[in-house]
Nanobody
Framework: QVQLVESGGGSVQAGGSLRLSCEAS?????LAWFRQAPGKEREGVAS???????RYQDFAMGRFTVSRDSAKTTLYLEMNNLIPEDTAIYYC?????????????????????WGQGTQVTVSS
């Protein structure tokens, strides 16, 4: 059982930045960020495999950067140029299975372990 603890959420104005952190109790093959806005389904934001390969959803390209620490147990999400549409609860997720491809790496149903989430609010 992997334990995940997110931190770093908060309230910012549009154009601002936030850095989210996710501490995992152990290293897994896949770590990812998801988000869920009120009334919407949970969606993938960015993922990073233990071999260093990263994937981003289109809305995150160029604004968000995902990274892992050298021990591979902490996942970060640097978010820049935030817009109100980025307002959501951001979740960290982990899975042991060695799977490849965006459908697996950014698909919520492909992750077994989830953090409690951290709120990000962007005001205009």
């Amino acid at each position: 059982q992997v334990q995940l603890v997110e931190s770093g959420g908060g309230s910012v104005q549009a154009g601002g930045s936030l850095r989210l952190s996710c501490e995992a109790s152990e290293s897994t093959w896949r770590l990812a960020w998801f988000r869920q806005a009120p009334g919407k389904e949970r969606e993938g934001v960015a993922s990073m495999r233990r071999d260093g390969v990263k994937r981003y959803q289109d809305f995150a390209m160029g604004r968000f950067t995902v990274s892992r620490d050298s021990a591979k147990t902490t996942l970060y999400l640097e978010m820049n140029n935030l817009i109100p549409e980025d307002t959501a609860i951001y979740y960290c997720a982990a899975d042991y299975r060695v799977l490849y491809g965006s459908a697996f790496e950014l698909g919520a149903k492909e992750y077994a372990f989830w953090g409690q989430g951290t709120q990000v609010t962007v005001s205009s």
